[in-house]
């Protein structure tokens, strides 16, 4: 299924910006790629790792919840 076709949408921006780090620093916090980070926050990711969304619920203390919403 092409990304455009599905309704998952990252927040990873919003939070990035809540917490006031970047994507650069995130990226070396939790040791996924910034070209891997930059496809999830831009919604072009087809995949997640449960690693690598625990790591990411950790680093920006929050749940998957708050890292994705399903657009109806």
Request: net charge positive.
């Amino acid at each position: 299924m092409p990304p455009e076709d599905h309704r998952v949408e990252c927040h990873l921006d919003a939070l990035l910006e809540a917490r006031g780090m970047t994507l650069t620093e995130l990226s070396r916090r939790i040791g996924i790629t910034h070209a891997n980070l930059s496809a999830l926050k831009n919604n072009r990711g087809r995949a997640i790792r449960f690693s690598t969304l625990t790591a990411l619920c950790d680093v920006l203390g929050c749940t998957p919840g708050e890292l994705f919403s399903v657009r109806r």
